[in-house]
């Protein structure tokens, strides 16, 4: 029973991690409604499990869901933007000053590998530099051994994928992001706990300075 009861949460995960890259990857368009009956048909699943896994996605703050009308994407905003940015820079540059001095060897290796695999992906254009650039993030955070931090952040990464990816739209964008990224990996790996934290503040205001350029002012 146990064995079965794992196998259906572990494909419901699947499906969930599944709808949320397709939204993350801007397959879904944000305002528009999710066409439930088209997907279940292209995923080969009946349509309870996906209302299970929008439901589930609505929780994170990716989709809506309207009364008789089914679920939206929902449109990037200057307000969430500003509220998951501000609260990026609540946590995340003392989570990683804690992880620089307690992370052990395999894990800076860990976040070298992704930080490689994050330029290769930035620098020939290719699909999934929102879901590297999460990855590499949260392989600077996971070592602070806060599992409760890292919990928030990984869901507050998630709601950022999107803006990451209009942030980098302008040209250059990618070149001084890498470069930052390189800055936070070195200080990191040097365990230089407040330097490495003062790097991700600044890394996250200056993302959040650029989408206030970037997105119109909510009504």
Not at 25 to 31: K, R, V
Request: aromatic share 4%; charged share 30%.
């Amino acid at each position: 029973m146990k064995t079965t009861l794992s196998v259906a949460r572990n494909r419901q995960d699947e499906l969930v991690e599944l709808v949320r890259n397709r939204i993350l990857a801007g397959t879904a368009a944000p305002g528009l409604p999710i066409r439930q009956d088209a997907l279940a048909a292209e995923l080969g699943i009946s349509k309870i499990p996906l209302r299970e896994a929008l439901a589930r996605l609505e929780q994170e703050g990716l989709i809506r869901s309207e009364a008789n009308r089914g679920f939206f994407v929902r449109s990037l905003s200057a307000a969430e933007a500003e509220e998951v940015y501000e609260l990026r820079l609540n946590l995340e540059p003392g989570a990683v000053a804690l992880a620089a001095l307690r992370a052990d060897d395999d894990e800076r290796r860990v976040a070298a590998d992704t930080l490689k695999a994050l330029d290769q992906v930035t620098n020939t254009h290719g699909e999934g530099v929102g879901a590297f650039n999460r990855a590499f993030h949260l392989a600077l955070i996971r070592p602070s051994r806060q599992p409760i931090t890292t919990a928030f952040l990984e869901r507050l990464h998630i709601l950022s994928e999107r803006y990451v990816r209009k942030h980098l739209e302008p040209m250059g964008r990618d070149e001084r992001a890498n470069e930052e990224h390189r800055s936070l990996l070195k200080s990191w790996v040097d365990r230089d706990g407040s330097g490495v934290a003062e790097l991700m503040r600044r890394h996250i205001c200056q993302t959040l300075d650029d989408l206030r350029l970037q997105l119109p002012a909510d009504p």
